[in-house]
């Protein structure tokens, strides 16, 4: 299950046209190199970095960007910045993912200074965990901006979810390792792409519907540095919707990869330990196992393997539901093998 939702902020929080279009159209006059160009044209500009921006919509030379970058900021700072609002619903959106336990934040190649005076202008700072920009001065694309969000949380990129409107939002989340729902309320794209796109929201309120389709379609890896590696072609614990699946553990060591204990109920406590890492490493525990099935190589072994399990499973209100299967032989001579699946 995500645990992080980020949001670009032009045109995915807040319909900024209006003051971008104003500074960067000053910005060309004030550089004597404005003309009329096509509004889907104009549109262009707003998503990428401040130069790739003018490079895209404008065709400005080389010669001319660093000069178009500066007196854009200083425009923009005096009366750009403040001709912005939130898009209807984006507020109610965020209180609600907020009240399902995700945390929210904010991915945008707004330098970080403006992205953060932005958000205190529409009154919109509360609603953030994180912020996320380049530093004044900075060149970051958007893969380092996600990543950064992420890290200050502490929260795998893996479960992170960008919302944005543009390809520079989708590209940027593809490079990072995070999900991507696409906005289709903003600058970038159209109802019309919708059908291109494996996930996308309409508008502000069905961010929230989009984000549980997303998640209950969701595939992704958990390893854990405590438990065995996985040595074949499988995947320690696979996430899936609200349940993660974990590959039958034998009693091996972390670190050594030997076998440990010499008894079915010895090796049955080092397997739990295994588990318990795995569960641990997905944000779960033993108290949300819904599965149990434990593989014996004898089936003589059931009642000392029974009496771990219980231990195992002492004070835990739902008891698992289980299968206990006598097998011809284990991975390198095992005597148990426990496989689990746990609601997150």
Request: hydrophobic letters at 40%; glycine letters at 8%.
């Amino acid at each position: 299950m995500a645990k992080l939702v980020l949001f670009d902020f032009d045109g995915t929080i807040a319909d900024s046209s209006e003051g971008i279009f104003y500074t960067s159209g000053e910005t060309m006059r004030r550089l004597e190199l404005y003309r009329k160009i096509p509004l889907e044209q104009h549109r262009k500009f707003i998503g990428p970095p401040l130069k790739e921006s003018f490079r895209i919509a404008y065709g400005l030379d080389e010669m001319y960007l660093d000069d178009a970058v500066r007196i854009y900021r200083e425009i923009y700072r005096e009366k750009g910045d403040k001709m912005l609002a939130p898009y209807e619903g984006i507020k109610e959106a965020i209180e609600r993912l907020r009240s399902l336990g995700y945390k929210t934040g904010v991915a945008t190649n707004k330098s970080l200074p403006v992205a953060r005076r932005c958000l205190e202008n529409i009154k919109m700072t509360q609603y953030f965990d994180v912020i996320s920009g380049p530093l004044e001065g900075e060149s970051a694309n958007k893969s380092e901006i996600i990543k950064r969000a992420s890290q200050e949380l502490g929260i795998a990129v893996e479960d992170t979810i960008m919302i944005g409107d543009t390809e520079n939002d989708r590209l940027g989340s593809e490079m990072a390792g995070s999900a991507f729902i696409a906005a289709l309320w903003g600058f970038g794209y159209t109802l019309e792409d919708q059908a291109r796109l494996p996930f996308s929201s309409i508008s502000p309120s069905d961010i929230v519907n989009s984000i549980l389709e997303k998640e209950s379609k969701m595939i992704s890896k958990v390893a854990s540095d405590n438990a065995p590696k996985a040595i074949g072609p499988y995947s320690q614990a696979v996430k899936f919707s609200n349940l993660l699946f974990i590959s039958g553990q034998i009693p091996l060591d972390p670190q050594s990869g030997e076998l440990v204990g010499k008894t079915g109920a010895e090796q049955a406590k080092q397997c739990f330990k295994n588990i318990k890492a795995v569960l641990k490493e997905a944000g779960t525990d033993i108290s949300r196992v819904v599965k149990v099935t434990v593989f014996l190589k004898s089936i003589g072994d059931f009642q000392s393997v029974n009496e771990v399990y219980s231990k195992e499973f002492e004070g835990v209100e739902i008891l698992p539901a289980r299968s206990a299967i006598e097998v011809a032989a284990l991975p390198k001579g095992a005597l148990v093998e426990i496989e689990v699946i746990a609601a997150l």
